[in-house]
């Protein structure tokens, strides 16, 4: 166990529907990630923020929305999603962002878009 | 642009053999490496990393090289066992410290 969860693990949902993904971290650390892990691709980047302030956004589409309500849980809010949305989603967590140091990652949130 | 190359895709060893996977960069400005085993089902963790002030760095079984000039670094386990089966990702930092992940090299150990 890493002190980084996520919730819920497994998610199916529309295109039409609303949810949103949740991150907690208990290691005390300053910044949070949100990834995409799709079959036979790279893990990707998708947002980074740090205390609390979002400093990357890799081109995400807007049907996509982050919140990081404090430096200890980071959500994902999706809407209007498509098939191709479908993917592992894995939140981290390290001291501080841009600095050099290991990314505590979450199991992650398997979601899959009918 | 930013970019990580990372081959091969696939691995397959026999147990006790050495397997070597290999990472190519994109700027000459990345300075810190890390490698995250990801076995199946469970979260990547970080195995080992390294920072471009050094050019090789060893923790029992696992070693990192890097080569700054030729913008490329590999991932060395000797003496692989089964339990080292899994997908193994490098990745390098970017502008402001960001990492850009591998593709990914599916380790197959075969006892």
């Known amino acids: 166990e890493t002190g980084v969860t996520q919730t819920p693990r497994h998610l199916v949902m529309g295109m039409t529907n609303k949810k949103s993904l949740k991150c907690e971290q208990h290691?005390?650390?300053?910044?949070m990630y949100w990834y995409k892990q799709s079959a036979k691709k790279p893990l990707e980047l998708m947002f980074v923020?740090?205390?609390?302030?979002?400093?990357e956004n890799n081109s995400v589409p807007s049907r996509f929305s982050p919140e990081c309500p404090n430096s200890s849980h980071l959500f994902l809010h999706l809407h209007t999603l498509q098939p191709e949305d479908s993917a592992l989603y894995l939140c981290a967590s390290s001291p501080q962002a841009h600095s050099y140091n290991e990314q505590f990652f979450g199991p992650g949130t398997r979601l899959t878009v009918l | 642009g930013e970019n990580v190359e990372q081959h091969p895709s696939t691995l397959s060893v026999q147990e006790g053999d050495s397997a070597v996977i290999k990472c190519t960069y994109s700027?000459?400005?990345?300075?810190?490496f890390p490698w995250y085993k990801q076995e199946l089902g469970k979260r990547p963790q970080l195995i080992i990393d390294i920072r471009s002030n050094v050019g090789e760095k060893k923790d029992q079984r696992i070693a990192v090289t890097l080569n700054k000039t030729a913008k490329h670094f590999s991932l060395h386990i000797t003496e692989t066992q089964p339990e080292d089966s899994a997908v193994y990702f490098c990745?390098?930092?970017?502008?402001?410290?960001?990492?850009?992940f591998g593709q990914g090299t599916e380790l197959s150990v075969k006892p």
């Open positions: 700027d000459s400005a990345s300075n810190y």
């Open positions: 990745a390098a930092s970017f502008q402001g410290g960001k990492l850009i």
């Open positions: 290691l005390g650390h300053n910044a």
């Open positions: 923020y740090n205390f609390k302030e979002q400093t």
